[in-house]
């Protein structure tokens, strides 16, 4: 089906020539810098905002009635700011010599070959804008690093924008974005924090008063910090580091109830009830997924062996373990339950995205369940209200019966078990008695993220496998 573009490039040359007070550039039109650039365009309707992309497609979505990524309340800004002062553009050549601040939000996924492989970030995308910058620039710039990147990434940058010839003079931050997805626009709009990271020279100082001066429209004062470019780009990793720790904690004592006929979530309440531990990112689960959790860890670890801290790297490596042993054990568990075989057995995936309100599956932990429920000769059926499409990619080219259905009644029609692995709201209200009523008996139902009535579920006639809390079956030992 063709995308209507709603966007000309004549209305944009239209509005290029109009007086904006500032004008901003993003080069990378994803999950960051998308939200991100479309709450600044919101917040300042002064300020010219242009997003450029080398995916032309991605650049057609954001012009068009069906933006590139799903999250609540995107639509509505983008809607009030596309064509008036945010402006999608595949462009890139015109834009940077055009602007004069220029965040870079491109992506920076684990490098795949070579030193570091598995685990360093793979900064090819970054080089290869930096260059570009280098290459087009006219006049100086403040160049700003939004993705989350291993530290001293800005000092690479500084080096390769510091061959620039003549006057031309690149002063770079980092504003590393704190927002999550599912929340995106919440977290834009209210920060915890806004971290600006610059050198502390006289233009190190001035090009971040400047980037104060665009996020003091809205955030107050007492709100934006700000730091050396080291601190900044290491804080990102150490925030995301603490927050993978948080889940790791709660999964790898989920494992010990499991084993002892504790819960966890009255372990997680009574805990999180010390205000100094608090009560948040303790929910026990089948662990995290997402973009940054598994990356900027790895990213950590990378970082502590370069420096020759291995008790540091195997520390925060840990985490890692927690979170691919959750898994694995999430996966025995179906097995064993199921009598130790799968093999032409239907099963159920409720949820595919890494989170609920998301159409992101990026390191999902339901692309790897899927595929060892797969490689057991199961049938899986996955059902999401808004990931089938990035489902279907993930798992292409793997071998197996593999069904998508957006509606879960219908998915699990038919199915020996139901196996929920996102936390979408919607499935605490699904009629489970009449889920339960089309499914092959005895039903099987794992709640991989704890968000259903186990006992209600139970009462229907499903055994029941949450995480970290007693198995409810009628089975008799
Ligand atoms: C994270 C950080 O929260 C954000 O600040 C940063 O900018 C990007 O990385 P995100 O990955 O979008 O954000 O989602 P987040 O809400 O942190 O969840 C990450 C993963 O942890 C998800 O898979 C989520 O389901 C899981 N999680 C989270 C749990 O399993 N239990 C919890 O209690 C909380
Ligand atoms: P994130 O979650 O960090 O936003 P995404 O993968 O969603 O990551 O988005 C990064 C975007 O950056 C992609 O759309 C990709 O096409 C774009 N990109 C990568 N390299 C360049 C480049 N050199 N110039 C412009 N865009 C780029």
Same mark, same amino acid.
């Given at each position: 089906m063709m995308k209507r573009i709603l966007i000309t490039g004549g209305a944009e040359a239209i509005q290029s020539k109009m007086k904006f007070k500032k004008k901003i550039l993003c080069i990378g039109a994803g999950y960051v810098g998308g939200p991100s650039m479309a709450m600044i365009a919101y917040k300042c309707p002064d300020y010219r905002v242009t997003v450029v992309d080398v995916n032309p497609d991605r650049i057609d979505a954001w012009n068009s009635a069906q933006l590139p990524v799903y999250e609540p309340g995107l639509d509505k800004i983008v809607k009030k700011t596309r064509g008036k002062n945010l402006f999608f553009t595949k462009d890139i050549e015109n834009q940077i010599k055009e602007n004069d601040i220029i965040f870079v939000s491109v992506n920076t996924p %684990?490098? =795949?070959?070579? *030193?570091? *492989?598995?685990?360093? *970030? +793979?900064?090819q995308y970054w080089e290869k804008t930096a260059r570009q910058i280098l290459k087009h620039s006219r006049s100086s710039k403040i160049v700003i690093e939004k993705s989350t990147l291993p530290v001293k990434t800005a000092l690479a940058m500084g080096k390769i924008l510091a061959?620039? /010839?003549?006057k031309i003079k690149f002063e770079i931050l980092s504003n590393p974005e704190f927002m999550a997805e599912g929340t995106a626009i919440s977290d834009l709009e209210n920060p915890d924090r806004v971290l600006i990271g610059s050198y502390e020279t006289k233009s190190g100082l001035k090009a971040r008063a400047e980037l104060i001066e665009i996020y003091a429209r809205w955030i $107050? $004062?007492? /709100?934006i910090i700000t730091s050396n470019i080291w601190s900044s780009e290491l804080s990102k990793l150490v925030a995301n580091a603490f927050l993978a720790q948080r889940v790791s904690s709660i999964n790898s004592i989920s494992a010990l109830c499991e084993k002892t006929d504790a819960d966890i979530s009255e372990v997680a309440r009574a805990v999180g009830m010390d205000n100094r531990i608090g009560d948040k990112f303790l929910n026990a689960g089948i662990g995290f997924g997402g973009s940054c959790f598994k990356k900027d860890m790895l990213n950590l670890v990378y970082l502590c062996s370069y420096y020759g801290l291995q008790e540091v790297a195997a520390y925060w490596k840990s985490v890692v373990n927690i979170n691919e042993y959750q898994q694995e054990r999430f996966i025995a568990n179906i097995l064993d339950r199921m009598f130790g075989t799968l093999a032409g057995k239907k099963i159920c995936i409720l949820g595919f995205a890494? /989170?609920? @309100? =998301?159409?992101d599956t990026r390191e999902s932990p339901a692309i790897y369940i899927s595929q060892k429920l797969l490689a057991e000769q199961a049938q899986v059926i996955i059902s999401d209200p808004k990931a089938l499409k990035n489902a279907a990619m993930d798992l292409s080219g793997i071998k197996g019966n593999v069904k998508y259905i957006e509606d879960p009644y219908r998915a699990a029609a038919g199915c020996h078990a139901l196996v929920i692995l996102t936390d979408w709201d919607l499935y605490q209200k699904l009629d489970f008695q009449k889920i339960y009523s089309a499914m092959v008996k005895p039903a099987f139902l794992f709640?991989?993220? @704890? %968000? %259903? +009535?186990h006992k209600k579920c139970f009462a229907i006639g499903f055994n029941v496998y949450p995480i970290g809390k007693p198995a409810l079956s009628h089975f008799k030992n």
């Open positions: %684990i490098k =795949t070959y070579g *030193a570091g *492989a598995d685990m360093a *970030a +793979d900064l061959s620039a /010839k003549g $107050p $004062p007492e /709100k890494f /989170k609920a @309100n =998301t159409s709640d991989g993220r @704890n %968000i %259903i +009535d």
